[in-house]
């Protein structure tokens, strides 16, 4: 089938010349002229914009096309904007977006309003055997506004490909040949001054292999203060669960930098700023709890018999509710003056420059250096407490794994960018599979915990709340059974990213030469 | 994606015009659709303005393991795709005869066309012999057009029995009244008599009017030139339950 054609009118052409274009060569019928006001949407860390998807809302249909080749993916009927996916009746739209955008919240960003015109072109028969649809591009609906730009669309008509043949020389010789939607997409976010892939929750560092170590450090430091300043709006305002999530991440890893990017700055400096993200941290531990056990809630469902589902949702709006205390709480923390000085103080000192002749022992070190000896230490740690839980598995050994694998994979994506792409993804990968193992073990031992102390603090004379507590014991009993399976797994996962091939490209990248050689 | 053929081994009981105006209504839903014109008549083929391909040399539907994505012609509607008639079908029969397997041959030839589209939806020539075969393995659904004649329930009951003897699964088989005229008492005792005695006899009637007939003057689908019209809302509301009870079932 042959593919639509998008021209860009030239500026010397007006759109009303088009019927002269075909007047006497071919014969066709206008349809009545359609108006629409299209919104583009993604989501803020631009999660379809990275997958080359653009999801628009233009009259009252939501579809989801490619962006570079304006490909059609997916449409349906709705006259709601969207916001989160689970807002779209089911629908193949529906599932494509799921996976992809999950808990984010979909953003308008960027609209233009159309005047679109179809000429219909015919043969003897009176059959269409093409269309042609002019859009005249405004910033506003009125058609006082001026009109940005013109496009011609040829739409060939399946069988019929001479006449588009014909058509699409014509058409050249007034406009030049165009991806209309690419074009749009760009100039209407550059005007409503967006720029697509700006945010992404992702450590995107460019580091220098022989910069000093504290200014690297600070390169890192400020990046992931751009990330916690990017994200409050969206916490104050409550857009999704993952402003949140990314502030955090962001914190968690500022924490492991200073204590682990050792001896760049002077230590109560260090210090410091330490006790302050601590600080910083614990004012939103209570909110995340909350958020990650509500974006459970069908998971934990889905593991009860379907006679009890119903009966654990007091507990849910329970946590709702704490969720909502919680949401308060940290919104006047990040309104508080002491906020506000702690965060000032953080950023004039990553502004400063750092001194000629520093005291901390190795803020002058090629970053690269002190990267590949902190990597290989963090590394062979793992190995070793690794080995030592296969002989004795204790829980609280695998809890103390967890935290080791956790700071190895903040220093492998701090560094990423000075070892070769490639073999860094794939270590990175292995890292991830056993974090994911330790880490579900972890997260099922707290949400026995949790789960079953919530349900006990619902109010006994309400019958729901007995039933609730039942369907709690039962869902507890399950995750217990589930976190035995986890913890089987572990010898299997472990031996995985410990095998002789794995323990030969950590060696390679980050051992030190001297230590190699001896 | 599912194949619904219009079957009848009667002829001129509104087979080509349920075929064209559930298609147009199918692919104005937002489903994919291609409407296959099997008759030599070529009357599918003409409503939609698409000329035959009457030349005997013409890439051929069963000339076979070519592939026939080539003849498709695009309509003058959104999602809508016509597989033109074809004179080679004049012959159908007979080519089936003679190839291997010669019974799945229409299913093998529609099989590449189950990604690209969600209905496909045969518009067939009155037979009873291999080519009625062929429909009947390559259709997931037969839709058969019922006149309110004791003579049309017949033939409906001697197709049942075929399909039962030669054992191709008898759900799957619904049918409709269409030319129904309310007023007379002989039509409205007929369809009460049959949806006692067949299973997948549909709610919605087609009624006898003159709109149906003007297909042939207008050259397009009864919703497309008349939209409120008696009989566009008959074939909407058909479609409709088709829609629910055909199509929505087999997912």
């Known amino acids: 089938m042959g593919t639509n054609l998008h021209f860009r009118l030239s500026d010397e052409y007006e759109p009303g010349q088009i019927d002269q274009l075909l007047t006497g060569k071919f014969a066709f019928l206008v349809e009545p002229p359609t108006v629409e006001k299209w919104t583009f949407y993604d989501t803020f860390d631009w999660r379809?914009?990275?997958?080359?998807?653009?999801?628009?809302?233009?009259?009252?249909?939501?579809?989801?096309?490619?962006?570079?080749?304006?490909?059609?993916?997916?449409?349906?009927?709705?006259?709601?904007?969207?916001?989160?996916?689970?807002?779209?009746?089911?629908?193949?739209?529906?599932?494509?977006?799921?996976?992809?955008?999950?808990?984010?919240?979909?953003?308008?960003?960027?609209?233009?309003?159309?005047q679109s015109m179809t000429y219909r072109i015919l043969n003897a028969d009176e059959k269409t055997v093409a269309r042609l649809v002019t859009t005249e591009v405004r910033t506003a609906g009125e058609e006082s506004e001026p009109v940005l730009v013109t496009y011609l669309s040829l739409r060939p008509v399946r069988g019929y490909p001479k006449y588009s043949r014909k058509l699409a020389k014509r058409l050249g010789r007034v406009g030049t040949e165009t991806p209309m939607l690419e074009d749009l997409y760009f100039s209407a976010l550059e005007r409503a001054d967006r720029k697509p892939g700006s945010y992404s929750g992702k450590l995107n560092l460019q580091l220098k292999s022989k910069k000093r170590s504290d200014a690297s450090a600070k390169v890192i430091l400020r990046y992931l203060f751009e990330v916690m300043k990017a994200n409050e709006a969206g916490i104050k305002a409550d857009i999704d669960t993952e402003y949140l999530h990314d502030y955090r991440i962001a914190i968690r890893r500022t924490r492991s930098a200073l204590s682990q990017i050792r001896n760049v700055f002077p230590t109560e400096v260090t210090e410091h700023f330490k006790q302050e993200?601590?600080?910083?941290?614990?004012?939103t531990n209570q909110l995340r709890d909350l958020d990650v056990y509500l974006l459970s809630e069908g998971e934990f469902q889905a593991r009860l018999p379907e006679a009890m589902r119903e009966d654990i949702v007091p507990l849910f709006d329970y946590l709702r509710l704490l969720r909502n205390h919680a949401l308060e709480e940290v919104i006047e923390g990040l309104l508080s003056s002491e906020?506000?000085?702690?965060?000032?103080?953080?950023?004039?000192?990553?502004?400063?420059?750092?001194?000629?002749?520093?005291?901390?022992?190795?803020?002058?070190?090629?970053?690269?250096?002190?990267?590949?000896?902190?990597?290989?230490?963090?590394?062979?740690?793992?190995?070793?407490?690794?080995?030592?839980?296969?002989?004795?598995?204790?829980?609280?050994?695998?809890?103390?794994?967890r935290i080791e694998c956790k700071k190895l994979r903040y220093l492998m994506e701090f560094f990423a960018s000075l070892f070769p792409r490639k073999k860094m993804a794939r270590l990175i990968k292995q890292l991830k599979k056993l974090q994911d193992n330790l880490g579900n073990f972890n997260d099922l031992s707290v949400q026995q915990e949790y789960l079953m102390h919530m349900a006990e603090e619902l109010p006994l004379d309400d019958p729901r709340s007995r039933k609730a507590l039942v369907a709690t014991g039962y869902l507890v009993e399950k995750l217990g059974y589930r976190?035995?399976?986890?913890?089987?797994?572990?010898a299997d996962t472990f031996a995985e990213f410990a095998s002789p091939a794995n323990q030969k490209s950590f060696r390679q990248l980050f051992a030190t030469k001297r230590k190699a050689g001896r | 994606m599912t194949i619904l053929a219009l079957y009848s081994n009667k002829g001129g009981v509104g087979k080509t015009a349920a075929a064209v105006n559930l298609a147009y209504l199918a692919a104005q839903s937002g489903l994919v659709t291609l409407i296959c014109d099997l008759d030599p008549q070529a009357s599918a083929t003409f409503y939609f303005r698409v000329k035959?391909?009457?030349?005997?040399?013409?890439?051929?539907?069963?000339?076979?393991?070519?592939?026939?994505d080539r003849s498709i012609k695009g309509t003058d509607y959104e999602n809508l795709d016509l597989l033109p008639a074809d004179f080679t079908h004049r012959n159908l029969d007979i080519t089936f005869n003679r190839q291997r397997s010669r019974k799945q041959q229409l299913k093998e030839i529609l099989n590449p066309f189950r990604e690209e589209y969600d209905l496909i939806i045969l518009d067939t020539p009155p037979t009873i012999n291999?080519?009625?075969?062929?429909?009947?393995?390559?259709?997931d659904d037969l839709l058969v057009p019922l006149i309110p004649s004791t003579l049309s329930i017949q033939t409906h009951a001697q197709l049942l029995s075929f399909l039962k003897k030669n054992k191709y699964r008898s759900n799957g088989v619904y049918s409709f009244f269409s030319f129904v005229d309310g007023r007379k008492k002989m039509h409205r005792e007929l369809a009460t008599w049959a949806r006692?005695?067949?299973?997948?006899?549909?709610?919605?009637?087609?009624?006898?009017?003159?709109?149906?007939?003007?297909?042939?003057?207008?050259r397009e689908p009864v919703p497309a030139f008349a939209p409120a019209s008696r009989a566009s809302k008959a074939y909407q509301e058909l479609w409709e339950e088709i829609h629910q009870e055909i199509l929505n079932e087999r997912k």
Not at chain 2, 52 to 68: D, E, N, S
């Open chain 2, 130 to 139: 291999i080519l009625a075969e062929n429909i009947f393995n390559a259709a």
């Open chain 1, 277 to 283: 993200f601590r600080t910083l941290g614990q004012l």
């Open chain 1, 48 to 114: 379809l914009f990275n997958r080359s998807l653009v999801l628009r809302h233009a009259g009252r249909e939501i579809g989801l096309d490619q962006l570079s080749d304006g490909e059609a993916l997916n449409c349906l009927t709705c006259d709601l904007a969207p916001e989160f996916f689970w807002d779209l009746p089911e629908s193949p739209l529906r599932e494509r977006l799921e996976p992809i955008i999950k808990m984010r919240t979909l953003l308008p960003l960027a609209d233009v309003h159309t």
């Open chain 1, 483 to 490: 976190q035995k399976e986890v913890k089987a797994n572990f």
């Open chain 1, 339 to 401: 906020y506000a000085r702690a965060m000032n103080e953080w950023e004039e000192f990553l502004n400063e420059p750092v001194p000629k002749e520093p005291d901390a022992a190795n803020a002058t070190m090629p970053i690269v250096e002190l990267a590949r000896k902190m990597i290989y230490k963090r590394y062979r740690r793992v190995i070793r407490d690794g080995d030592y839980i296969l002989a004795h598995t204790k829980d609280e050994l695998l809890h103390a794994l």
């Open chain 2, 52 to 68: 035959p391909k009457l030349k005997p040399k013409a890439r051929g539907l069963v000339r076979a393991h070519k592939p026939i």
């Open chain 2, 196 to 218: 006692g005695n067949f299973n997948g006899v549909l709610r919605s009637v087609i009624p006898y009017l003159s709109h149906v007939e003007q297909m042939g003057i207008y």
